[in-house]
């Protein structure tokens, strides 16, 4: 069961928020030019293209020469009918440092009337399907690294998380045997290893994530050091995957939002209301500077799955990220997932504080000593107070103090304050 957001304000006024819960081609002259076609080759031509159809379609049906293989084997393997559903070969990267992994391509694949052998991982289904998803794991460092490609499958309302089956395709094309507990998941410096991920849906989930239209991956950190798990570098990342036509509208529509946790976890759907950019206020909090750099005021409509987190706002929900850059000047880290704001609304009447439950940092992403990072905050709005009442007045937010990972005050209790520019 997902635990309840709480949102902690104070309401001097009035009430008081609690969130429970193309154009023709060629040269049309040349045609002229173009010698006549006789009725015998006109025909010739169609019976020619009436032959070359099958081909295409059986090409659709069996996948793009980077997976072709591999289904060819799943369907032998488990007596099943394949058919090719989607597939995406524009490549994401996510970088840690001198470390990279991209996901190259996948395909989802329907899979039908397998063997009941195989039905465990489907859920005890006998029909679903399979992400096969190619990866790139590269270590562009001048040391070795460990890298465990736990690189798991979820999505809204997932009970569980989907992970590789080790039978469904060749042992050797697979990325986690490739790199294993066996080779002590060493990624020499210099070294690039490429393999691949099966994930198997039951129909059931397949249902699901077709409705939802994407999934994401969790990507996560390289080791410098051999099973020293808090000796890590860069940050973890997410692989966005659009599963249908849909999908690739809302994965392309969702990266106009700041990729808070709304966004990233496809809570439900956005419509931005207001945004700023560019706006660069920097002032000084301790030794850190924080730069106000911009904000987006969204209404929001959460799905089934997440709506009880927000059963509270009968009147609708509208969302404000607002997007800081912190130059990190003092010797410790900045703890992103401690960092909190308050924001100050109706002329300084009302207050709510930031919502940490809808931002996707982890205990380990921290800003470094020395280095730059972002830093989202997020608030929850009631939507009608929000059109009726704050809208066109004032909107402030108290950022600080600087915490590190471990939420200890770093900044001797300083804050500073920002007025959203209109």
Known sequence: ??????????????TSIILSGCGKSGDESKKDDEPKKTQEEKGQDKDKVQKE????????????????????????????????????????VHKMENVSISLDSYSVVELKDFHTDFNIPFGEENNGGVILAKYTVKNDMDKDVYYMPS???TFTGASKY??????????????????SYETDYLLKAGEEVTGYIAYPFGETDLAKINELGTVTVMVPVPLTEKEKYDAT???EGRFNLALNTGGSKKVSSNSSFYQDKVTLDNMGEKKMSKEKSDINESKKIGDVNAILEGYQFTQFTPNEVEAPRFSNFTNGVTLLTVKFKLENKATSEIGLSSMSSKLTVNDGMQYLLSEGMLLNYQYNDVIKAGETGELLQVFVLDREQYEKIWKDKAFDIELGPIRNKGAEDTSKGKKETFTLPK
């Open 1 to 14: 069961m997902k635990k309840s957001l709480f949102l902690m304000s104070s309401l001097i006024l009035s």
């Open 53 to 92: 159809e099958p081909k295409k379609d059986q090409e659709s049906t069996k996948g793009s020469a980077d997976f072709a293989s591999l289904i060819s084997y799943m369907e032998k393997e488990t007596q099943g009918k394949t058919k090719v559903l989607f597939e995406n070969n524009e490549p994401q």
């Open 151 to 153: 690189l798991d499958v």
């Open 162 to 179: 989907y992970t590789n089956d080790k039978y469904l395709i060749p042992e050797e094309d697979q990325l986690p045997k490739k790199l």
């Open 233 to 235: 570098i860069g940050s």
